[in-house]
């Protein structure tokens, strides 16, 4: 099994557990990989949102990206947050040189109509299940360098990876 198939699995194994232990309650799909490349072997880095949020599909996207949606793709006010990702990553060749290659993904990867209005016992099913595909997909890419958008989103990750990643120098928070 390839790094790509083992983080496409996990992401399946945790939907179906959540759909199974929480009928009715985890129906908005989501989605693991926000690019086009996954683990590549000349980047370390890792782009992480908190989670995909909403949209008019409710499938589970677990393949790679026509884009890395967060360095180029579509504009329209649906894709507002992209749109402010790529004014950032574009400010100078530093930060897109930095991300180029990266991994693009999610602290957590199933959809969720609001992170922030969720039940305490809801949240933690989501992170017990993004728990498996987080500590993945940093084992596989190896970063030196994770970029996280947000303070929930910051949150997020340290719930998810609790002690198992060593945080050497947060830039922000």
């Given at each position: 099994m390839t790094r790509l198939e083992g983080i496409q699995e996990l992401t399946r194994e945790g939907y179906r557990t959540l759909q199974?232990?929480?009928?009715?309650?985890?129906?908005?799909?989501?989605?693991?990989?926000?690019?086009?490349?996954?683990?590549?072997p000349?980047?370390?880095?890792v782009v992480l949102g908190i989670n995909p949020g909403t949209g008019e599909w409710t499938g589970l996207d677990v393949g790679l990206q026509a884009h890395n949606h967060l360095l180029e793709?579509?504009?329209?006010?649906?894709?507002?947050?992209?749109?402010?990702?790529?004014?950032?990553?574009?400010?100078s060749p530093t930060p897109h040189e930095a991300v180029?290659?990266?991994?693009?993904?999610?602290?957590?990867?199933?959809?969720?109509?609001?992170?922030?209005?969720l039940a305490p016992e809801l949240r933690t099913a989501l992170i017990e299940a993004s728990r498996p595909v987080l500590r993945r997909l940093t084992r596989d890419c190896q970063p030196g360098l994770?970029?996280?958008?947000?303070?929930?989103g910051f949150r997020a990750f340290e719930e998810?990876?609790?002690?198992?990643?060593q945080v050497e120098r947060p830039i922000s928070r």
């Open positions: 199974r232990r929480y009928p009715g309650r985890f129906d908005l799909g989501g989605c693991v990989l926000l690019g086009k490349q996954y683990a590549h000349a980047s370390r880095a793709g579509p504009d329209s006010a649906r894709h507002r947050y992209f749109t402010s990702a790529r004014v950032f990553f574009h400010a180029r290659l990266a991994t693009f993904s999610f602290c957590c990867p199933y959809r969720t109509a609001s992170w922030s209005d994770v970029v996280v958008a947000g303070v929930d998810t990876l609790g002690r198992t990643l």
